[in-house]
């Protein structure tokens, strides 16, 4: 959010992906590896690239600026943990108990009803935005979780990162020239904090967690990111929070707790 504030969202969706493959970049060198994923995975690296590297990013950032609030987002976003764990279902084998999809669609319908009753009694195009993040971000943990179970978690964002710089690279010098900028102090450090942290080191540890802990049960962790994301927009942003927002949060965030506790087993050979 601080990040717009000086740069188009745009630039700040894509350019953060080029800021963090340059550290991706660095990093792979110092170590030796090679710059390039083994060609085995290459779908795989793709698919996080996809998710996490441009899609989750620029639905999230274009919904920002399309007037989604950042506790409306927050609210939105936190049926992510439920989205990994139904893609982790998908993709890694594990066999959901019934009350595993009960709860997912409690969960679904929380905020299906919170989206309605927002003032215009219907979606809008910031929550379709958000929704598509939210699938976006699903595809990318739940690939990555599946690759650092055999690869280090910093080496599978680096690949993915380095798989879409050409093309984060030069979008980002062709906006950079074209669209209006009006850089501060906030805006520079939100857009570092963006490309460096939220894009890059932020998930080494969290594909490291994924992979040890099992991608469904470590994504309880984010349960706590709609009320934690809402307390930081009341207090750097000043947002209001209303209790519709504060309900369905913790309606959400009940729902995901079920779904990750009813996750079932895993399948064999996962």
């Known amino acids: 959010m601080f990040a717009m504030r000086g740069f188009d969202p745009y630039l700040v969706a894509i350019g953060r992906a080029a800021l963090a493959a340059l550290a991706a970049v660095i990093c792979l060198k110092a170590a030796g590896a090679p710059l390039l994923p083994p060609r085995a995975h290459l779908r795989s690296y793709a698919m996080i690239a996809l998710g996490v590297v441009l899609g989750f990013p620029l639905f999230s950032g274009l919904a920002l600026d399309g007037g989604a609030s950042t506790a409306h987002s927050a609210v939105v976003i936190g049926l992510l943990p439920a989205a990994t764990a139904a893609f982790a279902v998908l993709r890694a084998g594990e066999r959901p108990r019934p ?32 929704v598509l993040a939210l699938l976006s971000a699903a595809v990318g943990y739940t690939e990555g979780g599946r690759l650092a179970r ?121």
């Open 99 to 130: 009350l595993f999809w009960v709860a997912c669609a409690a969960g679904a319908l929380s905020i299906t009803m919170f989206t309605l009753t927002r003032g215009t009694g219907r979606f809008a195009g910031a929550d379709v935005l958000l």
């Open 150 to 270: 055999e690869t280090p978690g910093w080496r599978v964002i680096s690949y993915a990162l380095v798989l879409a710089a050409p093309l984060t690279v030069p979008v980002t010098a062709v906006l950079a020239v074209t669209t209006p900028m009006e850089p501060s102090a906030e805006s520079v450090a939100g857009f570092a904090y963006v490309g460096l942290v939220s894009m890059f080191l932020g998930f080494i540890p969290w594909y490291a967690g994924l992979a040890m802990g099992g991608i469904a049960r470590a994504g309880q962790i984010q349960l706590a990111q709609p009320l934690i994301t809402l307390v930081w927009a009341w207090l750097l942003l000043h947002e209001e929070i209303g209790v519709a927002t504060i309900t369905a949060a913790l309606a959400v965030l009940v729902c995901v707790a079920v779904t990750q506790a009813s996750r079932g087993r895993r399948g064999v050979g996962t």
